[in-house]
């Protein structure tokens, strides 16, 4: 049995005008690809879900995908605001429910586990209670104490970037952890988009690593440099130029407009795109093998 299919047709069959989308990825693997194709296939309404919104969904709402943002903190990292859903709450003209990350993580823990709700301790962020009618506090039945809840997230479509996975979804993702786990599994259907396509016998051969099961994945999709302007651990770095670029670029809606028309509009997929980047950028971007240390899981 595979799963493998193309990008295309995996946001074809499984993305849908009105869903709650999570792009899952923190500081890497963030699935810009994915988020591209979207854009590309005009679809409409959704509600974007993520820790850190970053530059994916600037991109998005800049193209008329969203109606909504769920978030905790949100900027351009390193740089400064998100300039084009700044402006769009500003106006009015979207709809959006912020939570610590904290909140926003513990939500997709109730979500994967079944749960309508899940309990935090009280944190710093008291404020956001009263900005964000969705984080309320009950009584602690064992202690009497009152506690802070939030209510599950299962969004309908979970995208996931990793390094390698096999035909049938079983990943295998490295470096910086996130949420790409809960997300999976809190979510209706999962994209998984992957840098390399392996055998099976490599995703078994470390099964520690399998933090996505191919059971819960619904579209295996090759898609190599799907991350940049992130990056993916171990295969290329962060584009930081274009991270500054963007905040220029995004104090204009000529200026988004136009890159739109040329890097999404104008390109039919991601290899496409990246050999658009050219080869200095390939260059800049490139990494020096950094092995981990062999384990010995035995055999009997």
């Known amino acids: 049995m595979t799963k ?10 499984f993305v849908h005008d009105g869903d709650t989308i999570y792009a899952a990825g923190f500081t890497h693997l963030i699935p810009f690809a994915a988020g591209h194709e979207i854009i590309r296939q005009g679809i409409r309404n959704l509600t974007l879900a993520r820790a850190t919104p970053d530059l994916i969904y600037d991109q998005m709402v800049a193209a008329g995908c969203a109606r909504k943002v769920i978030f905790s903190y949100m ?24 939570y610590s990350h904290f909140g926003m993580i513990s939500r997709l823990q109730a979500g994967a586990a079944g749960l309508p709700f899940m309990p935090m301790n009280q944190t710093g962020a008291a404020d956001l209670e009263a900005a964000n009618p969705n984080i309320r506090r009950v009584t602690d039945p064992y202690s009497g104490k009152e506690v802070v809840v939030v209510p599950a997230l299962n969004p309908d479509v979970a995208i996931v970037h990793v390094q390698r996975a096999d035909a049938q979804g079983n990943a295998h993702l490295w470096g910086i952890i996130g949420e790409q786990k809960e997300a999976a599994f809190a979510s209706k259907r999962v994209i998984l988009t992957a840098e390399e396509i392996v055998d099976e016998a490599v995703i078994r051969s470390d099964p520690n690593r399998t933090l996505i099961p191919g059971f819960i994945v619904s579209a295996v999709c090759p898609v190599p440099f799907a991350c940049h302007p992130s990056y993916a651990q171990g295969c290329y770095d962060r584009d930081n130029e274009f991270y500054l670029k963007w905040d220029k670029i995004s104090e204009s809606p000529e200026a988004v407009k136009a890159w739109l028309d040329e890097w999404v509009f104008g390109v039919k997929d991601r290899e496409e795109y990246w050999q658009k980047l050219g080869a200095e950028t390939h260059q800049r971007l490139r990494v020096k093998p950094n092995l981990s240390e062999p384990i010995n899981y035995g055999e009997y």
């Not at 400064?80 to 709450?89: I, N």
Request: charged share 25%.
């Open 4 to 13: 493998l299919i193309p990008l295309t047709e995996a946001v074809s069959q």
């Open 75 to 98: 900027g351009n990292p390193g740089v400064g605001s998100l300039r084009l859903v700044r402006a769009e709450l500003e106006a009015g003209r979207l709809e959006w429910e912020e």
